[in-house]
């Protein structure tokens, strides 16, 4: 794998493009990428009219609308794709009976990257801020970003169990449910903890890798009853209700977990895989208490995605819109940036409030 020298995304040298300068040979994930390079421009760029903060299908969409309306837009991004990468079965996607999420994301990256192209960064934002007539946007690289408008399409990230080991078994065992995941435990024993739908999925794509799989739910199974019927006929499965996860343990690797059951005994499972499935949180904490958020910690947005703050504009997961689903994420991305569009135009004509 190469890095783009001008967005910092990682990209296949067999399929990037390339050019030539100063006797050394660069890799692009793009043309618009290529096109910045060869004019000299590889990362100065620093005032927009809106940076989109997110690279999920919210902050994707948002953009593809932004460049189809010519915004003067940046994306920065820690990855392109978010949680439907993770998405092993899309059946409620329009126009696909089903698709996995990679494949999803790839035609939305090939949109952003070659058909509707915007500038954009790999990069993990730690801050937004309110700047002259309009906002600073800080990446991990204390680098400063500035834009008249902001659209927060951050996301949700997965909770942890903070219980001892989980993260000294990170990715040593201690998996979050990733398709790439299931690689790692082909013909062993493993734990899903959690009883949602995300859990029960995580079973049923394990069914036919691993060879053992306890389910533990610190309460009664909570999925939907058709997909809890499916999982509880598997002869693989075997099913703790009302259990508590105490501690991971192993040596160079994860290699059991110990758990408090509903009879309130101690028991240890040994297991070489641990998918933790137990829920998401919103990424709003960029925003440092700028705008509202309720008490789930999702960003507050009026049904046209405007935020508490104006100028800062929210979509996707990361807000209190109801349904977190990749179509509506989607739409909500292409709703901001009208909103956004909006605010711009009235700034550019009526100058500042
Ligand atoms: C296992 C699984 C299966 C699913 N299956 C389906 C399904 O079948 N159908 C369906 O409709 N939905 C499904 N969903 C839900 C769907 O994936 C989400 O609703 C959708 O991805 C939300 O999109 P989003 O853009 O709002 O946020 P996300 O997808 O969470 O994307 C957020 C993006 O923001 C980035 N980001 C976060 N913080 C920062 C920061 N500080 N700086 C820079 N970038 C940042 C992230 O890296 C990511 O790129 C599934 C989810 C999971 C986890």
Redesign the pocket.
Known sequence: MEIDPVCKMEVNETEALTARCNGAVYYFCSHGCREKFMKAHPEGRRLYDLII????????TAAVYASTMKIDAFV?????????L????????MGYDFIT?PELIDKFKGQLLHSHYVDHLM????SVGPYADGFTVT?ADRRTYAATAVLV??????RRLNVPGEEEFQRRGVLY?NIQDYAFVQGEDVAVIGGGN?AL??VENLRAVARQVHLVSDEKLSADAALIERVKKFENLRIYENATVMEFTGNESLTGVTIRTERGESTHIPVNGVFI?IG?HP?SA?LGGIVELNDRREIEIAPDCTTSYPGIFA????TNAFG???????A??AKATLAARRFIMNRNTEGPA
Not at 76 to 84: C, K, S
């Open positions: 903060i997110g690279g999920g299908p919210a902050a994707l920065i991004a820690r990855d392109l794709g978010g949680q439907a993770d998405s092993s079965k899309i059946e409620n996607y999420g990069n993990m934002v730690v990446t399409a951050t996301g949700m990230a997965r449910g995300s999925q995580i499935a998401f990424n960029i979509a996707g997961d990361v977190k689903r990749i179509i509506i994420a989607s909500e991305g």
